[in-house]
């Protein structure tokens, strides 16, 4: 311990209780100039506390944070930032109908009189776009922009501040590997600029490739602190997160029913953009769908459930030509059921219970005369599956908002299992989602698999994809450009994709 | 932190609080006028709640799937209209022409849906646009002069007073308990607060949504008809005017209950209290001689409150 370094920033013996819960307790955390030091923990380890003080979200009930060896006390978020603190949160904060170059200035925009001096909008922006070296114009409107662009103008928005200190929550959870790669990339720059930063992820094999040093919560307290990853093994990471070591098993093999395809695609073209594509898929597979952001995975999903246009090629179910015109009737007529990958925008009525998210896609076949629902048959049906997938939730009337991000997954996939979906297809199912239950979700879709459930997996998260699918196909530009028969094994099958994907 | 657990629980049972406001005003007012309790007053209180309270269930339905109603006014005055010519003009039996006005009601509503489904246009715009289309049809047919001969038969019914009891809050009681059914209990009312929930994730769980959206502004529409016929029942006359004043209460029932304008969740029993709050307040005002125009001012202070307590509650929940 030297006592003489001074520390772009410092919480010490942080203290943070909410009704019930204790969230922060004695949490310490240290950020210095020119390193990035990686937060980890699973969800609910109080992450997400220590930050929202950080930022002058949160008021703590105890605890010093020093900036620059001064000690500060922020009462909102606008204090923070002006005292030199910039924070990229996981949800967008752009307004999408405003170009790039507003967005970055939002909060400071130049004017002359009384008007908007755009020129000088432009000009700002593009030095921090230069700065970050990223090819889009500050005159483009946002919302035409990737979701990794999106996530890089964050940062650009974040940096124009000329803030020393950038916090990053989960950066990376909804961008492609490569696209996160060009972000470490701008992420190293900055470290040489003297920027301090703070990763936030769940993602180990980044933190490993990016971070200098970490510091892990578990439960509201600190497991380690500051502590340099040149010497921390991955095993003993996550026996730290998690509390216990934590061997990741090889999934065993499964039987296939390979004799017939439940679902058989051939030359499938659809209005979302799906430009022919084949593919087959068996009882008891996982037929894993891999490819970058834009490659066309969740429009071809899309087509397949009734939400987009098909225009060409056909779709032959269980030996069946099927004509799939709507959503209804690739669930009630086919029985393909989806599990989107924003649960919360498109998977789940939050407001509503448990009970309600589960059973709305069995309303029709449990409805009585006159649409009656009989409500013991309802919460008997619902409680098999919330028992089958072992959601945890204090009662069956619980409001799927109060669940955490795991137990809410599942209950979005428990909808379609109820609906004795044949085909299910699974978009992102572990996107924010801690190690342990992520773990539990494999084994889930895994076992779902094994009892026969043909199962579509899409993902972006490399190793979930060579740990679960039995085959992958690579796709790119809305075409399928590569088959791999999967054998598990994380160089191999990693380095086969990549290739196919150049 | 005795006092953020109190609140909490009162803010928990959505309509506790507002239980608590009704009998404190029904309290004051029982001290402040002794007129407030007589048999008289409370037939007057109950006849205003009667047409009051199918207004607001007129909204909360489309509030349910987050839209809103601007023309149940408008719909309410044609179907006035209608069913009037039909009782004064063609001598068409009672029991028919209030089949065929609330058939013409859900018309109008159905109408609302089909157009705000097809074109995708708000729900904003085109009731406001319907809600002049169907005041013009009233005041082209009427040229704004009522029908007075009504079936004495009809008139005898909305006017008849059993004690404190209008016969006609009946009709508001049926209705107000199928609605609560249909919202607990049927398949399209689930759909419909799913809908207004998260309207993408009730399409790609296999809600019709288009579907929902039509059904909920046609029963929009029929409860709009049954309050024009019961408040023309009462009035023994059919006025084209009938509904003009309804936009206000329509909304300010169910806020000041507790719905959420942006859809998904109804409290029906927030929304009966509140109606009767309204209630008791307009008849507050005549009965200590105010100037009844400040029933305006009042409703408005009073959505104003509901939803800033609304907000309060909200922050405590996340704090």
């Known amino acids: 311990m030297e006592n003489s370094e001074v520390l772009a920033l410092e919480a010490v013996g942080m203290y943070k209780a909410f009704p019930g819960v204790q969230a922060l307790d004695n949490v310490d955390l240290r950020l210095r100039h020119g390193e990035i030091q990686a937060l980890i923990g699973e969800n609910g380890a109080g992450k997400s506390t220590l930050i929202k003080i950080i930022t002058g979200l949160y008021k703590q009930d105890q605890g010093i944070l020093r900036l620059d060896g001064r000690e500060v006390e922020f009462s909102n978020t606008h204090e923070a930032m002006k005292a030199g603190i910039s924070f990229v949160p996981q949800e967008r904060n752009l307004i999408p109908a405003f170009t790039v170059g507003e967005n970055i200035v939002m909060g400071r925009t130049p004017t002359k009189g009384v008007f908007v001096d755009y020129a000088a909008v432009n000009r700002e922006a593009q030095r921090w776009l230069d700065v970050m070296g990223l090819d889009i114009a500050p005159t483009t409107v946002v919302k035409n922009l990737s979701a990794a662009q999106m996530q890089l103008v964050e940062i650009a928005k974040a940096l124009s501040m000329e803030n020393k200190v950038l916090l990053l929550d989960e950066p990376t959870a909804s961008i492609t590997p490569h696209e996160a790669e060009f972000l470490f990339e701008v992420l190293r720059g900055l470290k040489k600029r003297g920027v301090a930063i703070l990763f936030v992820s769940h993602k180990l094999e980044e933190v490993y490739e990016l971070c200098d040093r970490v510091t892990v919560l578990r439960d509201g307290r600190n497991a380690c602190t500051d502590e340099p990853l040149a010497t921390m093994d991955r095993d003993r990471l996550v026996s730290l997160m998690i509390g216990r070591t934590q061997k990741v098993t090889e999934l065993p093999a499964k039987p296939i029913e390979r004799d017939e395809p439940i679902l058989e695609v051939r030359g499938l073209r659809a209005k979302s953009g799906t430009n022919g594509v084949d593919f087959k898929l068996y009882r008891g597979e996982i037929l894993g769908l891999y490819g970058l952001v834009g490659a066309g995975r969740s429009e071809l999903a899309r087509a397949l459930v009734g939400a987009s246009k098909i225009i060409g090629g056909e779709v032959i179910i269980q030996g069946k030509p099927a004509k799939i015109h709507s959503v209804s009737d690739a669930l009630n007529r086919h029985g393909i059921g989806y599990v989107s990958e924003d649960r919360k925008v498109e998977g789940l009525i939050l407001p509503h219970s448990v009970a309600a998210n589960i059973s709305i896609t069995i309303w029709r076949r449990i409805g009585g005369p006159f649409g009656w629902i009989w409500s013991r048959k309802e919460k008997g049906l619902v409680k098999e599956y919330v028992d089958k997938l072992d959601i945890k939730t204090p009662s069956l009337m619980q409001l799927v908002k109060n669940l955490s991000g795991g137990n809410q997954q599942k209950v979005s996939l428990a909808k379609w299992l109820a609906a004795q979906a044949r085909i299910l297809i699974i978009d992102e199912p572990t996107v924010g989602i801690d190690i342990k239950t992520k773990y539990a979700l494999h084994d889930l879709i895994w076992n779902l698999a094994k009892q026969g459930q043909a199962i579509l997996l899409i993902s972006s998260d490399m190793p979930e994809m060579i740990r679960l699918a039995d085959r992958i196909l690579v796709m790119k530009n809305h075409q399928i450009v590569g088959e791999i028969q999967n054998n598990h094994n994380y160089e191999q099958i990693s380095a086969a994709i990549m290739q196919k994907l150049m | ?319």
């Open chain 2, 1 to 319: 932190m005795t006092k953020t657990s109190l609140l909490r629980t009162l803010v928990n049972i959505e309509w506790a609080g507002l239980l608590g406001v009704v009998i404190l005003a029904v309290v004051i007012m029982a001290f402040a006028s002794p007129a407030f309790l007589s048999t008289y007053n409370q037939y007057v209180l109950m006849r205003d709640v009667a047409i009051t309270l199918l207004v607001a269930l007129s909204q909360l339905v489309v509030l349910a799937i987050g839209q809103m109603n601007l023309s149940l006014g408008m719909i309410g005055g044609l179907v006035v209209v209608i069913t009037g010519g039909l009782m004064e003009v063609w001598h068409v039996p009672v029991p028919l022409s209030v089949l065929i006005g609330v058939i013409v009601g859900t018309a109008c509503g159905l109408l609302n849906g089909f157009i705000i489904v097809r074109s995708g246009i708000n729900s904003f715009i085109v009731t406001i646009a319907t809600s002049s289309v169907f005041l013009g049809i009233n005041y082209g047919m009427t040229e704004a002069v009522p029908f007075y001969n009504l079936t004495p038969e009809f008139k005898a019914f909305g006017q008849a007073r059993w004690g404190s009891f209008p016969p006609i809050l009946i009709v508001t009681i049926i209705v107000t308990i199928l609605i609560a059914i249909f919202f607990a209990r049927t398949i399209p009312g689930r759909q419909i607060l799913a809908v207004g929930g998260n309207l993408l994730a009730s399409q790609t769980s296999g809600v019709p949504v288009g579907r929902t959206v039509m059904m909920a502004h046609a029963i929009s529409g029929a409860i709009a008809a049954v309050a024009g016929i019961l408040l023309m029942a009462r009035l023994g006359q059919a006025q084209p005017t009938i509904g003009q004043n309804w936009l206000l209460p329509s909304f300010a029932a169910p806020i000041i209950g507790g719905v959420a304008l942006s859809g998904g969740s109804v409290t029906i029993m927030g929304t009966v209290l509140a109606a009767l709050l309204i209630a008791i307040i307009q008849d507050a005002l005549v009965l200590l001689n105010a100037d009844p125009y400040y029933v305006q001012f009042l409703l408005g202070v009073l959505i104003l409150a509901a939803v800033g307590f609304d907000r309060l509650a909200k922050r405590q929940r996340e704090a």
